[in-house]
């Protein structure tokens, strides 16, 4: 094992070592995956900061917003210095902080059609943490394109969710499950969010997205439901609608 990790490697992920879920093949997959972070914010930074603790060998971040005081009240990645600077850029700092043994590239601009074949293609996994359905439905539609799996987290008011969907032939994507065309819904600065909510969901996209690189695909095209207010999981099998503009027979 001393051949394939260094002591510093050894050491700083042995807990996972113990795992026989990941052991050393496992770490081995994780160090040499490539996974794109699709916003830097409430969702986002749990995702970095847990991605890069378990030793994802490369993350890519995309987002153009800078930090704002308003944002530290969720965006446990960002700090009070950190105002002010491009939220990419500080979720690195902090990742890179808490694991320097990780590669981190910031993408300072949004996701758009311009880039997102090229970033999306590179990668072996995306996370949707954005906070709006125009880029939600870009991510899904290019990750289809690509055959690249894709966790999708979304958290406002009290309520999360979680979905994993696998771009196979077989599976629904994110477009079944909100058709495209839905009418863009509230935003957090104009509904609220509990702070420690976006953390739980953000922590979920992490899980998955960890299992699904070490090739556990046990979540795949199930849709997790979480009220933090009422303390309650609720799970729901989705399904693939063959009239989908994104994976549908008529796609």
């Not at 890179?96 to 997102?116: F, I, K, M, S, Y």
Request: aromatic letters at 6%.
């Amino acid at each position: 094992m001393s051949d394939l990790f260094s002591d510093q490697e050894l050491l700083r992920y042995s807990r996972h070592l113990l795992l026989p879920q990941v052991e050393v093949a496992g770490q081995l997959k994780l160090r040499a995956a490539r996974v794109l972070i699709v916003g830097a914010g409430g969702l986002g930074c749990p995702v970095g900061l847990y991605l890069a603790s378990a030793g994802i060998g490369h993350i890519e971040v995309v987002d153009a917003d800078n930090v704002e005081l308003s944002n530290l009240q969720r965006q446990i990645a960002h700090a009070t210095n950190s105002i002010g600077l491009n939220k990419g850029e500080s979720l690195k700092q902090a990742m890179q902080a808490l694991n320097p043994l990780v590669q981190v590239t910031v993408h300072d601009g949004w996701l758009r059609e311009e880039n997102a074949d090229q970033l999306i293609a590179a990668c072996d996994l995306v996370l949707d943490c954005c906070d709006n359905f125009a880029t939600r439905y870009l991510v899904n539609q290019v990750s289809i394109k690509y055959g690249k799996p894709l966790v999708s987290g979304a958290a406002i008011r009290g309520e999360g969710q979680v979905a994993v969907f696998n771009a196979s032939a077989d599976a629904p994507c994110y477009a079944c499950l909100y058709p495209d065309g839905v009418e863009e819904g509230e935003t957090c600065a104009q509904a609220g969010v509990l702070s420690p909510l976006v953390g739980v969901i953000g922590s979920l996209q992490a899980v998955e997205a960890i299992k699904v690189l070490l090739g556990n695909v046990s979540s795949q095209s199930r849709l997790t439901l979480y009220d933090a207010f009422a303390g309650q999981f609720r799970q729901l099998q989705l399904s693939k609608d063959p009239h989908c503009v994104v994976c549908g027979k008529a796609s």
